[in-house]
C-alpha cells in the first residue's frame, strides 16, 4: 500500500512538474521535448556557410559615441511592444537593433509579421539572434530564408576604435562542439583588435531566481565563463527567462533582459550607450 | 577544510567502533559538446558507516590535459532512520571544482530520499558559488574587477531510480533521472538519464558499469544531443 501511494505521488509530482515547466504553453512546439528539427551543429554550418557569401556586417559610426538597442522575447504574434521599440529605435536614431532571440513563435505567420514590420520602418541595422521559439514548427526554415544566419560577428567601427558584437546559436541549449570551437577562435584571433566586446547568448547562463527556463549544462557554462574572463569580454546580453537580472563576475557583466512581450509585466528592452570609451545601459520600460 | 577536517575525525573516531568502510574508485571515459574532445577522469571516494551515520570524501582526478575539469574534491556526512518502516536518508554535501585556471565553484547541498525495493527517489537543494581564483586576482591586479563571485542560491537536485530486482540481488539495472552525480551538479533544467548495471561477485564486493546520456535544451527548448558518458567501478565494503 505503501508502495503504492510512492509510487502514485511520485507519478503526480514529476507530472505536474513538467505541466508546470511548460512555461510558454500557447507557443510551444511539444516535439521539441524529444527532438530538434536541425540540430546546432547543422546551423552552426549552414550560417557558416552563408557568413562566407556575404559580406562582414558592420556599423560604421560617424562619431565615436553610439547607441544600440537590445530586446529580447517579444513573441511575435502581438506587435505592440515591438512596434514601440522600432518607433524608439527610430527616433533615438541608435547604430543598431539587436533581436536576442525569441522575437518569433517559429511559426511561418509570425515570420512573416516580423519581417512586414521591420521592411515597413525602414530598419536596416537590425541583428537578429535564434532563440528557442525560433525553432519550433521547424522554424530554422523560415529564420535561415529570411535572415541567413544565426551565428556571426558584427564590427562596430568608430573613428578612434572598434567593438565587437558576437551573436550565437543557443537556441537549442548548447552551443555544440563545431560552434564553441570557433567561439573560442574569433575570441583568441580578434578580441585584442578591439575595444569592447559583447557577447549575445539568448539562454540565461544563472538562475536568480526559480525558473524552469532551461539553462547551459554545467560543463558547458565552465567553458563560457572561462572563455568570457580568460578573453575580457565586457558584457554577455541574455534573454530567455523573461526577467531581467545582472551578475558581475571579473571585467564581464552578465545582463539577463526582461521579456518584451506584449502584456508582459517589466516588459522593458536595453538601451547601451557607448561614450567617453565606456558603456552604460538603462532598461527602457514598454 | 573545517569540512574536511569534521569528516576525517569523525571517520576516525567510526573506525574505533564497529564501523563499515566503503572504498569506491571509477573511471569515467566520455565526450561532450564542451569537453573539447573524449575525456577520461578517475575518482575514488572512501566512506564510514557508523550505525545510522555515515560520511564520505572523494576526489576527482582528470587524467586527460583537457583543462577543462582539473579537480573535484567532494565531502557528505548524513544520517539514515525510519518512518514507519521506510528507509529515509539525509546527507549534507560539499563540492569544489577548479573549473579552470581563473574560476572555481563551490557548492552545498542538502538532499533528502526514500529507498524502496525497487525506487529510490532524493530530494533536495544546492547553492551555487563561482569565485575567481587567486591566481586570477593576482594576474589581474591592475583590472578594475567589478566583483569576485557569484550566488545561485536556489537549485534543486534530485535523483529517481528504479532497480529491476531488489537492491540486495546479485545482480541488477537501475535506470534514473537525476541532475547531479558526486563531483557535478547541473542546474534543475538539465535532468540526464543514466542505466547502471551492477553484478555483486561476492557480499562485500559490488562492480558496476554505467552508462549516461545528457542533453540539452529538456523542457521548453527543442532537445540536442549533448553528451555521452561511460563509468565502470568497483566498491569495496570492509567491516571492523
Not at chain 1, 41 to 52: A, G, I, K, M, V
Not at chain 2, 175 to 192: K, R
Not at chain 2, 193 to 203: D, L
Request: charged share 20%; with cysteine; hydrophobic share 40%.
Amino acid at each position: 500500500m505503501g508502495n503504492r501511494f510512492l509510487k502514485i505521488g511520485l507519478f503526480a509530482v514529476f507530472f505536474t512538474g513538467a505541466l508546470l515547466m511548460s512555461s510558454c504553453i500557447g507557443d510551444a512546439d511539444f516535439t521539441g521535448f524529444f527532438r530538434s528539427s536541425v540540430r546546432v551543429n547543422e546551423r552552426f554550418e549552414q550560417s557558416l556557410e552563408w557568413n562566407t557569401q556575404h559580406a562582414p556586417r558592420r556599423i560604421v559610426c560617424e562619431n565615436n559615441n553610439y547607441r544600440l538597442f537590445f530586446a529580447s522575447d517579444i513573441h511575435i504574434g502581438g506587435t505592440e511592444n515591438f512596434q514601440k521599440i522600432l518607433n524608439d529605435s527610430k527616433s533615438a536614431e541608435t547604430d543598431g537593433l539587436f533581436l536576442v532571440g525569441d522575437i518569433v513563435s517559429g511559426k511561418e505567420e509570425d515570420y512573416n509579421i516580423l519581417v512586414e514590420s521591420l521592411a515597413r520602418e525602414s530598419i536596416e541595422n537590425y541583428f537578429i539572434q535564434v532563440g528557442n521559439h525560433e525553432l519550433y514548427f521547424n522554424g530554422w526554415k523560415w529564420f535561415r530564408q529570411y535572415f541567413g544566419t544565426s551565428v556571426y560577428p558584427v564590427e562596430i567601427v568608430t573613428p578612434l576604435a572598434k567593438d565587437l558584437v558576437i551573436c550565437l546559436d543557443s537556441g537549442g541549449g548548447t552551443l555544440g562542439p563545431l560552434q564553441l570551437e570557433w567561439l573560442e577562435e574569433l575570441l583568441r584571433n580578434v578580441r585584442q583588435n578591439y575595444r569592447h566586446c559583447i557577447v549575445l547568448h539568448h539562454c540565461n547562463f544563472f538562475q536568480s531566481d526559480f525558473s524552469t527556463s532551461a539553462t547551459p549544462l554545467s560543463e558547458e557554462l565552465y567553458e563560457l565563463m572561462n572563455l568570457f574572463f580568460t578573453y575580457s569580454v565586457d558584457m554577455v546580453i541574455m534573454g530567455h527567462v523573461h526577467i531581467s537580472s545582472e551578475e558581475n563576475f571579473g571585467p564581464t557583466r552578465y545582463i539577463c533582459l526582461d521579456a518584451a512581450l506584449d502584456g508582459a509585466k517589466n516588459a522593458s528592452y536595453l538601451r547601451l550607450d557607448c561614450s567617453d570609451d565606456h558603456l552604460v545601459y538603462q532598461y527602457i520600460s514598454l | 577544510m573545517l569540512i574536511v577536517g569534521v569528516l576525517i575525525s569523525l571517520m576516525l573516531w567510526c573506525s574505533n567502533s564497529s564501523a563499515q568502510f566503503i572504498q569506491h574508485n571509477y573511471i569515467e571515459v566520455g565526450k561532450t559538446n564542451a569537453s573539447g574532445g573524449i575525456y577520461l577522469d578517475a575518482a575514488s571516494l572512501s566512506a564510514i558507516r557508523y550505525k545510522h551515520i555515515h560520511a564520505e570524501l572523494g576526489f576527482l582526478f582528470p587524467l586527460t590535459e583537457f583543462d577543462k575539469f582539473l579537480s573535484t574534491f567532494y565531502a557528505s556526512a548524513g544520517v539514515d532512520f525510519k518512518i514507519k518502516n521506510l528507509p529515509v536518508e539525509i546527507h549534507a554535501l560539499f563540492t569544489d571544482k577548479l573549473v579552470s585556471e581563473f574560476i572555481s565553484e563551490l557548492q552545498f547541498g542538502i538532499i533528502a530520499g526514500v529507498k524502496t525495493k525497487h525506487v529510490h527517489v532524493f530530494l533536495g537543494n544546492n547553492t551555487r558559488l563561482f569565485n575567481l581564483t587567486r591566481n586570477a586576482i593576482e594576474q589581474s591586479r591592475n583590472d578594475n574587477y567589478r566583483k569576485l563571485q557569484i550566488v545561485e542560491k536556489l537549485n534543486l537536485m534530485y535523483s529517481l531510480s528504479y532497480l529491476v530486482f531488489p537492491q540486495e540481488n546479485k545482480w541488477n539495472i537501475i535506470a534514473s533521472v537525476l541532475n547531479y552525480d558526486y563531483f557535478l551538479i547541473h542546474q534543475e533544467t538539465n535532468p540526464f538519464v543514466s542505466v547502471r548495471f551492477t553484478y555483486n561477485p561476492r557480499e562485500n564486493i559490488g562492480l558496476y558499469s554505467e552508462i549516461v546520456y545528457k542533453s540539452a535544451g529538456f523542457n521548453n527548448i527543442q532537445v540536442n544531443y549533448f553528451g555521452v558518458n561511460l563509468l565502470t567501478g568497483i566498491l569495496w565494503e570492509i567491516d571492523f
